[in-house]
């Protein structure tokens, strides 16, 4: 069974350094949860219209779908670029670059949540000394700046059919809600442990050409 993903959506070229980074989770399923809308703002079960949604597939995937109507989205990795078509899953990998409403945010993947929780700005904490403060700001940051040394090499994946939606689960059985001032530091990904050779590795890589998937995983069941 698929479990919720851990991510940070960096807003690029923002002059803010606290904030730019923004804690989020993806659901399981196409269920109400992450998306960016159609200003560029990233929303939390919202019924503003959504220019994407954010969700993991049943083969555990990160999702990127541009619903019917909703404006233009481009996803890059490694200098290719996709215009993501609507109603299509988009896979994403870790450093992945979305493009929408003028607006572009690179996708830090740190693997499974620990707990479910509204996006959360990573900001200094209040009553920290300014320069311990500006280190453990640095430090999240880098955090999220770790790459997937495979993530390069990979086409990117659109998949011909949505999957239908996940049923929700009861209560008792769904992963811990946080307040959002409770939100954990992002979880490295295990790509992370790749190391210096990991790099090397990917230097040597050649990235392919976008690939276009034709069957979808089944559906959540």
Same mark, same amino acid.
């Given at each position: 069974?698929?479990?919720?993903?851990? @991510?940070?959506? &960096?807003?690029?070229?923002?002059?803010?350094?606290?904030?730019?980074?923004?804690?989020?989770?993806?659901?399981?399923?196409?269920?109400?949860? %992450?998306?960016?809308? /159609?200003?560029?703002?990233?929303?939390?079960?919202?019924?503003?219209? %959504?220019?994407?949604? @954010?969700?993991?597939?049943?083969?555990?995937? @990160?999702? @990127?779908?541009?619903?019917?109507?909703?404006?233009?989205?481009? *996803?890059?990795?490694?200098?290719?670029? %996709?215009?993501?078509?609507?109603?299509?899953?988009?896979?994403? %990998?870790?450093?992945? =670059?979305?493009?929408?409403?003028?607006?572009?945010?690179?996708?830090?993947?740190?693997?499974?949540?620990?707990?479910?929780?509204?996006? =959360?700005?990573?900001? &200094?904490?209040?009553?920290?000394?300014?320069?311990?403060? =500006?280190? /453990?700001?640095?430090?999240?940051?880098?955090?999220?700046?770790?790459?997937?040394?495979?993530?390069?090499?990979?086409?990117?994946?659109?998949?011909? =059919?949505?999957?239908?939606?996940?049923? $929700?689960?009861?209560?008792?059985?769904?992963?811990?809600? $946080?307040?959002?001032?409770?939100?954990?530091?992002? *979880?490295?990904?295990?790509?992370?442990?790749?190391?210096?050779?990991?790099?090397?590795? /990917?230097?040597?890589?050649?990235?392919?050409?976008?690939?276009?998937?034709?069957?979808?995983?089944?559906?959540?069941?």
């Amino acid at each position: 069974m698929p479990q919720p993903i851990a @991510l940070c959506l &960096e807003e690029l070229g923002s002059p803010r350094r606290s904030g730019r980074y923004m804690r989020c989770v993806a659901l399981k399923g196409r269920q109400p949860g %992450l998306g960016v809308d /159609a200003h560029g703002d990233i929303v939390w079960h919202s019924d503003r219209p %959504l220019g994407c949604e @954010l969700w993991v597939s049943a083969d555990e995937q @990160l999702i @990127l779908l541009r619903p019917s109507g909703a404006p233009g989205v481009i *996803v890059e990795r490694a200098g290719r670029s %996709l215009d993501a078509p609507f109603d299509k899953p988009v896979v994403l %990998l870790d450093q992945d =670059t979305i493009e929408l409403a003028g607006r572009r945010f690179r996708v830090h993947v740190h693997g499974t949540a620990r707990a479910v929780s509204p996006p =959360t700005p990573l900001v &200094e904490r209040q009553g920290v000394g300014r320069l311990a403060a =500006t280190v /453990a700001l640095g430090v999240a940051a880098l955090s999220c700046q770790k790459t997937d040394p495979t993530a390069g090499s990979r086409p990117v994946e659109v998949r011909e =059919t949505p999957p239908s939606a996940a049923p $929700l689960e009861p209560p008792d059985a769904a992963v811990p809600v $946080l307040e959002d001032a409770a939100v954990d530091a992002p *979880v490295d990904s295990p790509a992370d442990a790749g190391g210096e050779a990991g790099k090397a590795d /990917a230097g040597k890589k050649k990235p392919k050409a976008i690939e276009v998937r034709n069957h979808p995983p089944d559906p959540i069941e």
